[in-house]
């Protein structure tokens, strides 16, 4: 049969339970529904009977159900059909996100565990190479040292800072993963929280932060050792130019003996004993020792104007003092001491000077000492 709309569209007969209208199907309501209400066309009169727009958000309960027709079943089947596809859509969005999560998670653990096994053998095998190096406080190879030293920091640091990148990775995905979800509406579930002890674990063992706080200087072959011989010209405030000798040796455990002789055409001098050094713990390029000996002096002084006039005098006496040795540089050391000379009356002493390293066991050195007799001087230092 034929129907007219209220608006004059045309119309076309589907049956007596479902009707198109100008394109639009509708739906005939039971005899509950009312007539008031909802959108413009959304409920219109046929035939004294209320038909409801099929617009895929009826309620079941307003669908006239009085009839075996099979449009109208399929109709309630069709609107239900979009909730069920929403409701499985988001239960697989919430297992995928739970599973890439521990997914992740799991990744994170084996990566932080891995760099952190590999930094400490790194670390072990420098400790093992350095205590072969530093045998009886004496560096094999110096160069060699530094080299491997910066090799395994600088390993270390890209291994830190790939562990890193990949965690910040993960994060990454693990946010991408909750605004996809979120899309569908899915409520977070709740996980296991994440171990993320390993990380500030793996951060304090590495070598960056070791740096940050404390970096322990590299030795220096002349700075670390008290064997060596000199060769220095001086000139005395009394006693003109001359050389000065002088010889160090190591006697155990921070202990050291030494030597010095002077000698010029007016004045000669010879001292005789030894010290004790030690390094503060944390400045491992300063070297401090406390010296004592004993010491004699001779002076041979002849007027040139009258040759007959001449002086000839000699002392004995103690010697002690306290100096300091530091490295500022691996090749430039500076040094500085105060002291006590008894002899010729007593004199205190204020003396120092610095080395440059020339060669690996060869410095150039000045020195200088203000006192009874001051000296001025340069000369070279070769370690044994």
Known sequence: MSISAADGS???TVGSNVVTIGGQRYVRANEQASAAGGG???RIILDGKLYLLDDGK???ATVFRETTNGSLAASAKNIKAPVI????AKKAASSEQQSRSQAFDEQRRRDARATSLQIAVERQRVSRLRAELYKDQQ???VEALNIEKARLEQMSASRAMAALKAANELDVENARTEQSVS????LPTETTDTDHSLIPTLSAASPLTETAHHKPLAPIEGGQKFRYLEVLLVNYDVGGNGVLLEASGSGGSRVNFFGKLGVTDEYQEILVGGGYYLKPARVDRLTLALLAGIEYGSFELVDKQSPSVAIDFSDSGFYLAAMSRLMLTRRFEINAGVGYSSFFEGDALLFGGANYQIGRKLDLLTRFELGDNDLLGIGLRYYY
Do not use: C, M, R, T
Request: net charge negative; charged share 20%; no cysteine.
């Open 10 to 12: 045309s119309n076309e």
């Open 40 to 42: 413009i066309s959304s």
């Open 58 to 60: 009826l309620d079941p």
């Open 85 to 88: 596809a929403s409701e499985g």
């Open 139 to 141: 560096v094999i190879d």
């Open 183 to 186: 899309i569908v509406q899915v």
